[in-house]
């Protein structure tokens, strides 16, 4: 039973690293619970040389297992720009760079809550499923580990540790959050397993869940893939 934390900076393929996880379990047929988190991208006109080819204009959020699309943030400037930001909101409050709304935060709260109805000790907890998944979060922010707003139903998920139906869970986080997120859930889950988006870290991942062997109690270092591109 292992809590993994999908940690780096922007842009160094966390998402994409996600969706290959995903993917490879989904071929064990072994589900997938949570969110995954996409952004949106544009080219760049005329980048400079050494810039990023894509520009990040927003992010989406991908509701496993089932594959529901929600448009989940755009970048603050752009929000105010196109007259969608509202100052009243979380994000706002909270003077995120990205604006998102309350309303697809309830959306994707929903999700989790629908699970957390079935842990053991949950709110309005009923039996747990008899097979173990993977709950899968991306990501947890400043919403969440700084103001306990945001995707609250996914940190209640985790702060529940192992289950019946969520054995492993895996958390995205930013690397400056790191030391917030492993002190608030590493006790419920027995410590936590910091990972990058590496080979190395998706057998681990892997062979965890699938039972295959046991998890290392730590991963080897790891760096930016330097050939990684953004998609839109």
């Known amino acids: 039973m292992m809590l993994f934390v999908l940690t780096g900076n922007v842009q160094i393929g966390k998402?994409?690293?996600l969706q290959q996880l995903v993917g490879n379990l989904d071929a064990h047929d072994v589900p997938t619970f949570g969110v995954i988190a996409p952004g949106?991208?544009?080219p760049r006109q005329s980048p400079a040389p050494g810039e990023e080819p894509f520009d990040k204009l927003g992010i989406d959020n991908v509701l496993l297992p089932e594959?529901?699309?929600?448009p989940f943030a755009r970048r603050?400037?752009?929000?105010r720009e196109n007259g969608t930001f509202d100052e009243g909101s979380q994000a706002a409050q909270a003077e995120l760079a990205w604006h998102i709304s309350d309303e697809a935060i309830?959306?994707?709260?929903?999700h989790f809550a629908k699970a957390l109805e079935k842990v053991p000790g949950g709110e309005g907890a009923k039996p747990a499923a008899p097979s173990g998944s993977l709950l899968v979060i991306d990501e947890l922010g400043r919403l969440e580990l700084l103001h306990d707003q945001g995707l609250t139903a996914a940190v209640a998920l985790l702060e529940c540790g192992p289950t019946p139906r969520f054995p492993h869970a895996l958390a995205v986080v930013r690397d400056y959050l790191l030391p917030q997120a492993v002190q608030r859930f590493g006790?419920?889950?027995n410590g936590a397993t910091v990972i990058g988006p590496t080979a190395q870290a998706l057998e681990l991942v892997e062979s965890a869940v699938l039972g295959e062997a046991?998890?290392?109690?730590s991963?080897?270092?790891y760096s930016s893939p330097a050939s990684w591109r953004p998609t839109r």
């Open 76 to 79: 603050a400037d752009l929000a």
């Open 219 to 221: 991963a080897a270092p």
């Open 187 to 189: 006790a419920a889950w």
């Open 40 to 42: 949106q991208w544009a």
């Open 67 to 70: 594959g529901t699309m929600v």
């Open 15 to 17: 998402t994409r690293w």
């Open 214 to 217: 046991p998890a290392a109690a």
């Open 106 to 110: 309830a959306v994707v709260n929903s």
